[in-house]
């Protein structure tokens, strides 16, 4: 049995060797671990905190990767794709009405709100003139801008193109210029955001851009880019509520294009070429007459004896006076009464209102040119008006060679070059019938009646009622020598018997000294010496009284002012009048007068009922109280 003191020592050494053992061991690990933080073949993986190979590290590395890619993939095809902002409705999803109360609630909306703007804003200042933007900036080469000149444009958007949410592209025209706008929100300068100036605009609608000029570079190295706009601010001006016509389709209606002029004019360039040209024709016989010393006057268009032509009026009541008047069917008598008081050279542009057929070359309301000069003769005004239309034909066609289509296709080549051919009335119809007519005396009796019925029936000529003499040889005159007259023709030697306000040719007796102009086989001039004798004025009112009696509804009436002012004493005159809707067809290759009329007369028509834009948006009427004017 060991000793106390032994038992302890025992104890004592084995606690000893526990510990050197447990010292033993950490300071292996901690061996190890500096072995392992130093060893030049191991990387340190920042996901789980270990050494590992760089082998090793590259391949979790690219494993990572792959599950990474993974999970974006998945997420994007669970979430649903941002939505992209549109520049306006699918137009051909929508019909007409749909389009047209969309777009009425939202320009209603914006005008609540002024948001993101007015849509009908008070002034746009416009300092530029798009009809010369062509040539002063033709010269620009592909890319080239010219951003120190700044230019406020407006004009209304014919087509739209987006590419991104960042580009837009307007095709525009007003006055017939047409032009490209292209509006890059990096060049924008306005408050608004780029969709807030865009996406609310579309077709149809009237815009004002500030920009400046430049031409387009596109990638394509062939394609030498577009002149352009290039827009700094975009605003719209005056919403078009309505969906207009597709490009590809157009608007060719003939009924729908005239009832609807406005639209006509939007959508086709040749009627607003057409109803330029026409402007620019009146501008030029206006310019001749005040360049040879003519003054323009104004006379009545309301009138208690309608006169100065052979047609039916239109009649109307004036309530206050109780009187019956007649718009008037011509200018002449008192333009002539002008010249009575000492205006020599007159002359006058005006509508003249005349109830008859409407046809391809009749419109109730027309307009014409009517003069009046003191000291000449018909031979005068033959002169004055060979000058007038040649230079005014080379004036708006740039030739005296023109083309004139007909409705049935045949083409007319029509030289207006002077001077014109002449054809006798009266050897002209006698060489058609083949037999000899009555002296010029003698065709306004009752004889003379009886051979011109015969004539109809031996040529197969039709006149409607009544067959007075006027009435059968103007028709033979259509048919025998108007339809033979393409080129400009003067038609002369007119009997007295059709003209009461000419006067008797000084060589034939029964004859007066008168001419009807013709070109494809269309009056367009009537001109005569003018009857300054009143006893002799008289006596031609009373006979045309004679042919109203007899049916004559066109026949004219015996006009008392104008007779009492003749014996005041008309000077030698000569007088002429032309249709200008006439010229106007002939010049701008227009078969029918509707085409070159600002807003021809058309019959009713039963037109589907349209929603209003007050009604679809829930406008209430304003009260308005007493007379703002009268």
């Known amino acids: 049995m060991a000793s106390p003191q032994g038992a302890a020592q025992a104890v004592k050494d084995t606690v000893q060797q526990v510990a050197d053992k447990v010292q033993e061991m950490t300071t292996t690990d901690n061996a190890a671990a500096s072995d392992n933080a130093t060893a030049p073949n191991l990387l340190l993986d920042e996901v789980t905190g270990e050494h590992v190979s760089k082998t090793e590290l590259k391949k979790r590395q690219k494993q990572r990767e792959k599950e990474k890619a993974k999970a974006e993939k998945e997420s994007t095809r669970q979430a649903p794709p941002p939505p992209k902002r549109k520049a306006g409705p699918s137009e051909e999803d929508l019909n007409p009405n749909q389009y047209f109360e ?3 609630r939202a320009i209603k909306r914006m005008k609540e709100t002024n948001q993101p703007s007015n849509p ?40 739209i193109r987006a590419s991104g949410e960042n580009l837009r592209f307007y095709e525009v025209g007003v006055n017939g210029a047409f032009l490209q706008i292209m509006a890059q929100n990096e060049k924008s300068t306005s408050k608004l955001s780029f969709p807030d100036q865009h996406d609310h605009i579309r077709r149809g609608d009237w815009i004002g851009v500030t920009g400046f000029p430049g031409r387009t570079s596109p990638k394509r190295e062939d394609n030498p880019g577009e002149l352009s706009v290039f827009a700094q601010e975009v605003i719209l001006l005056s919403p078009c509520l309505h969906q207009i016509p597709s490009e590809h389709y157009g608007f060719k209606d003939q009924e729908e294009r005239h009832r609807n002029r406005h639209l006509d004019l939007i959508m086709n360039k040749s009627t607003r070429n057409t109803l ?16 040879n ?98 230079g005014m034909v080379k004036h708006i066609c740039g030739s005296l060679q023109t083309k004139y289509h007909t409705q049935t296709g045949e083409e007319y080549n029509v030289d207006w070059s002077r001077p014109w051919k002449r054809v006798e009335m009266i050897p002209a119809l006698e060489e058609a019938c083949g037999e000899k007519f009555p002296p010029g005396d003698q065709l306004h009796t009752d004889e003379t009646n009886q051979f011109l019925k015969r004539m109809l029936k031996k040529t197969g000529v039709e006149c409607t009622p009544p ?100 014996e005041y004493g008309l000077p030698p005159t000569g007088g002429w009048g032309m249709g200008i809707d006439r010229m106007v067809m002939f010049l701008t290759d227009n078969y029918s007068i509707k085409e070159v009329l600002t807003f021809p007369f058309m019959k009713d028509a039963e037109v589907p009922s ?9 406008v209430e009427p304003m009260v308005v109280e007493g007379t703002t004017h009268k």
């Open 293 to 390: 010393g003519f003054f323009e006057m104004e006379t009545p268009i309301l009138m208690k004896n309608p006169g100065g032509a052979t047609a039916k009026p239109f009649y109307t009541h004036h309530n206050d006076l109780n009187m019956n008047l007649a718009l008037r069917i011509a200018t002449e008598l008192p333009l002539k009464q002008l010249v009575v008081g000492g205006l020599t050279k007159v002359y006058e542009v005006g509508r003249l209102f005349r109830n008859e057929g409407i046809d391809l070359t009749h419109n109730p309301e027309f307009t014409t040119c009517e003069y009046y000069e003191a000291f000449a003769d018909v031979y005068d005004v033959m002169d004055r008006t060979e000058e007038l239309v040649e």
């Open 610 to 618: 349209k929603p209003k834009a007050a009604e679809v948006v829930g």
């Open 102 to 104: 969309i777009r009425s």
């Open 276 to 291: 330029l040209a026409r402007s620019k024709i009146v501008k030029y016989i206006r310019t001749y007459f005040d360049s």
């Open 120 to 159: 009908f804003p008070h002034k746009f200042h416009v300092t530029y003139d798009l009809a010369n933007f062509e040539d002063e900036y033709k010269h620009l080469k592909k890319g080239e801008l010219v951003e120190d000149k700044q230019i406020n444009v407006a004009a209304r958007i014919y087509n």
């Open 467 to 566: 067959l007075t003499n006027t009435r059968i040889i103007d028709k033979m005159v259509g048919e025998f020598i108007e339809e033979k007259c393409i080129n400009p023709t003067y038609i002369v030697g007119h009997p007295q018997v059709m003209s009461p306000l000419a006067k008797y040719h000084r060589e034939t007796p029964g004859i007066c000294e008168r001419f009807e102009a013709f070109v494809c086989k269309k009056e367009i001039v009537n001109a005569y010496t003018e009857l300054n004798d009143p006893f002799d004025q008289r006596l031609r009112f009373e006979e045309q009284a004679r042919q109203k009696a007899q049916g004559d509804d066109e026949a004219q009436v015996l006009d008392e002012g104008f007779l009492t002012a003749m």
